[in-house]
């Protein structure tokens, strides 16, 4: 029997699904895939991580005496042509998005695939309420995990050691021209192995609870991208942080089963990708200005300027930024969710559907476990909580260092500076408030 290992978003040679179950002779291959990569913008930031990340995998399974066939092409004329190369099964991490699930449904048909939960520690079908159904709310989901999120470890997969790489040219090495991309400067923490960055991180988690929402501080893990694209699993982040005695990491733990309950919601009520969670329906604002400038982080608000500028030129954005910047585009502007997360999905460098889905109903109050929807973040508020000295905004926006910090904190105060020129807000942060919390009363009456 000669096996695929195919890699997707676990790209990795330690606690591997399809390393550890794999057998006798192997092929294993990555696909940068044609249906995926043309909807993307050539300088898209996150190419280049996975290409870099791509090659370094090709390395690490050399090193262990495999290799890394590469692919170029749409998944469906791959593995008709492995197929015809007498191949007998394929094996892969499993993912829930509506475009992942359509893909191996088509895979399928040519070859058989064993599936496993590889990027996240529990498996959604199971950890079910009494009476059999999900759970719709974190933190009854949470408690009933006590018996793993307080355990000291999760067993992680263990290679098997005896794999034989199969005869195959593995020397095709399409270049990022190639594949249509020029190549972005990536910022310094993306290139560190996803164990440097939980060193690095150690050294800070106990101040984590409290720095977390300071968004000008460096006070979180940079772990999401690693993550995200399986250069390093969560049950190794677990069981790092639960290695340490002395070190409180709890408050860290519970965010990362944040990510396993918004994969589980994914899983279990999938229309949750395109639909409110709830069903209950809105009209939305279909103001392409206001959304454009939302984009552009020229709304006339400094810092969700500031963020979403951010987010435009380097692929991040702060979560506490996200949740602001998501509370003004739905609650302030009354535009769409779905409008946001997929901007999201088109410049994160760290976007996975089921975390930024399950984010973004949060801040609509149209998901799981949803913000109430008279709960309206003021982004004016939070730039003063959060950073009343303006280091954020004066880091992004360098030509404000001399104003007044605390004109950042008050509506249109940097717009009554003559000295600089800025814009007026775009929406009454106040009026639009009362708007929004008036439509969904109406909304959740109508739907009653």
Known sequence: MSQILWFRRDLRITDSAILSNAKHKVLPIFIFDKNILKALPKDDK?????????????NRLKSIGLDLAIFYDEPIN?????????????????????????????IEKILPMKRFIDSFILNPLE???SDNTPYKVFTPFYKSLNIISKSKSIETFKRNENLEKVDFDYDFIPSLKELGFEEQRQESFL?????????????????????RDFFYKDASSKLSVHLRFGLISAKEVFNYLKSFDNIDCEFFIRELFWREFYNYILFHFPKSEIENFNN?????????????????????????????????????????????????????????WKKGEKYFALKLLDYEASSNIGSWQ???????DASPYFRVF?????????????????????????IDSK??????????????????????????????????????????
């Open 127 to 129: 950890h079910l309420k």
């Open 362 to 368: 949060w801040s609509a109050s149209t998901g799981a």
């Open 280 to 336: 209950i329906e809105i009209e939305w604002n279909d103001n392409e200005e206001d959304f454009q400038k939302w984009c552009d982080g020229k709304t006339g608000i400094p810092i969700i300027d500031a963020a979403m500028k951010n987010l435009n030129e380097t692929g991040m954005m702060h979560n506490r930024l996200r949740m602001v910047v998501a509370s003004f585009l739905t609650k302030n502007l009354f535009i769409d």
């Open 378 to 402: 003021n982004p004016y508020i939070q730039s003063k909580k959060f950073d009343k000295e303006g280091i954020f905004i004066k880091t992004v926006f360098p030509e404000l260092k001399h």
């Open 78 to 106: 791959v593995f008709k042509n492995l197929k015809e190369r007498g191949f007998d099964e394929v094996l892969c991490s499993i993912d829930f998005d509506n475009y992942a699930k359509k893909r191996d449904k088509e």
């Open 407 to 448: 004109l950042f904190h008050t509506e249109n105060g940097v717009s009554s500076n003559l000295f600089v020129e800025y814009p007026k807000s775009i929406v009454d942060i106040s009026l639009s408030r009362k708007q929004a919390i008036e439509k969904f009363k109406r909304a959740r009456n109508e739907n009653l």
């Open 191 to 211: 290139q560190k192995d996803g164990i440097i960055l939980l060193d690095e991180f150690i050294e800070k988690i106990e101040n984590y609870k409290e720095d």
């Open 46 to 58: 996150r190419v280049t991580f996975i290409y870099k990340s791509v090659l370094d995998l090709k």
